[in-house]
């Protein structure tokens, strides 16, 4: 099996925010324990990135001096630094969105679970 350079530096980063998520965890046994999304948030930002990063892929142009140095590349370099940037802004694109949407979720079952013990839907 074959995986990218841009693949394995993701499965990296997951496995390291897991790790790290799991260490908070284990240091608080008070924290309520919320239901995890984490292969629905997976996916739905694979495919958000992935779509993502197709348009920016699509963005290079030719003309463009800001792509090409000022006219320092070539067409054929430009293009493939271009691509190398978006690559690159793509994993970390992918592994900000999944934590930032972790934390949201995490926010908001705590902000109901508040409302609950604080009488709101009684």
Same mark, same amino acid.
Request: without cysteine.
């Given at each position: ?6 693949? *394995? ?26 239901? %995890? ?5 997976? @996916? ?12 920016? *892929? ?11 140095? @000022? ?43 508040? %409302? *609950? ?6």
């Amino acid at each position: 099996m074959k995986i990218s350079k841009r693949q *394995l530096r993701r499965i990296i980063k997951e496995e390291k925010a897991k790790f790290l998520r799991e260490q908070d965890e284990a240091v608080d046994s008070r924290q309520h324990h919320y239901p %995890s999304a984490d292969k629905s948030i997976d @996916q739905t930002v694979e495919e958000l990135a992935e779509g993502w990063h197709e348009m920016e *892929l699509s963005s290079w142009s030719a003309g463009d001096p800001s792509m090409n140095m @000022q006219g320092e590349l070539s067409d054929a370099e430009s293009k493939e630094a271009w691509s190398a940037q978006v690559d690159a802004a793509t994993e970390e694109f992918t592994s900000t969105l999944k934590e930032r949407l972790r934390a949201e979720s995490i926010k908001v079952m705590q902000e109901f679970t508040d %409302s *609950l013990i604080n009488g709101d839907y009684a």
